[in-house]
């Protein structure tokens, strides 16, 4: 039961409080098993090294029969998981970077593991790899793209067809601010963009969702056009257009669309035993104001 909150009844405290019923019944699940399962079609050691994934609230649950996906954990999604009696929250930003020191109501993380806690809701983090999965967040967003003969940007040695990053060729060849329009109407806001010094066509694009400058070089070295990735540093945009047109958009508008396309792999795999759900108030913490006043392009003097 793929369902988006608040059209149908999956979880059992919102069925009680509107006297529907599920269209199938559910089925418990071991929290060890649903691991496993999570573990079976997005190995560990696909993740970056570091990556705090996997189980990190267990809240004394020992079964699961509903399971909400988010991009990350905030106060709101927190309220929503409970008010509709939500046994686990699949996260794909981990809640628990860094190990807490103290768990208090001062600090953020500290407030929402209380409440979590408290509420007996369990959190996984499906973070770097669902990214470096077939069908993860670079794949998607180099289909939303267009891109054919896709692959990843950096293999992984172990897992045939996983990896870090995507990189694959446009249906045709475009120039740099065509690419960056498109890339911000996927992304549905404004992008900042670098075409390469000469440059005037793209036909081959790589990808890194999130936070990815770190793989420029990658990109470099395959011969990629141009390189689409969040969080850029200024420098960063003069070191590449030596090598390649950069495209910068929004960190949270390049993995909007993961809890969707997450959930219907968690679905998938569960067989339609426990219900799956996506959130709906993930929102993007950045805020962006249009003006209008002309800046002049320095480039055009």
Excluded: W
Excluded at 71 to 81: F, M, R
Excluded at 209 to 233: E, N, R
Aim: charged fraction near 20%; glycine fraction near 8%; include cysteine.
């Amino acid at each position: 039961m793929l369902l988006r909150l608040g059209k149908c009844a999956a979880f059992p405290n919102f069925v009680k409080k509107f006297g529907e019923t599920p269209p199938i019944p559910l089925i418990p699940m071991l929290i060890r098993e649903f691991l496993g399962l999570i573990e079976s079609e997005f190995p560990a050691d696909t993740a970056m090294e570091g990556d705090p994934i996997g189980l990190q609230l267990q809240s004394e649950r020992k079964e699961i029969t509903s399971v909400l996906t988010t991009l990350e954990i905030n106060e709101e999604t927190v309220s929503e998981a409970v008010r509709l009696g939500t046994d686990c929250i699949v996260t794909f930003h981990p809640l628990i970077y860094r190990p807490l020191r103290t768990i208090t109501e001062n600090d953020f993380v500290g407030r929402l593991v209380t409440r979590l806690i408290g509420a007996g809701i369990a959190v996984i983090a499906v973070h770097t790899n669902y990214d470096a999965h077939p069908r993860g967040t670079n794949a998607i967003f180099g289909r939303k793209l267009g891109l054919l003969n896709m692959a990843p940007l950096l293999p992984d040695a172990h897992h045939a067809g996983f990896g870090m990053g995507i990189i694959g060729s446009l249906p045709v060849n475009v120039g740099s601010e065509e690419l960056a329009e498109a890339v911000g109407n996927i992304c549905g806001a404004p992008v900042i963009f670098v075409p390469k010094n000469g440059q005037d066509r793209i036909a081959t694009v790589a990808a890194v969702c999130g936070s990815g400058f770190t793989f420029l070089d990658y990109a470099i070295a395959a011969g990629a056009d141009a390189f689409i990735t969040a969080d850029v540093k200024y420098h960063g945009y003069r070191t590449a257009a030596e090598h390649c047109t950069l495209i910068s958009p929004g960190h949270y508008e390049m993995e909007r669309f993961v809890p969707e396309y997450l959930a219907g792999e968690l679905q998938r795999l569960v067989n339609d035993s426990i219900a799956i759900a996506i959130a709906e108030t993930t929102a993007n913490p950045l805020r962006y104001i249009q003006c209008n006043s002309t800046v002049a392009d320095d480039s055009k003097t």
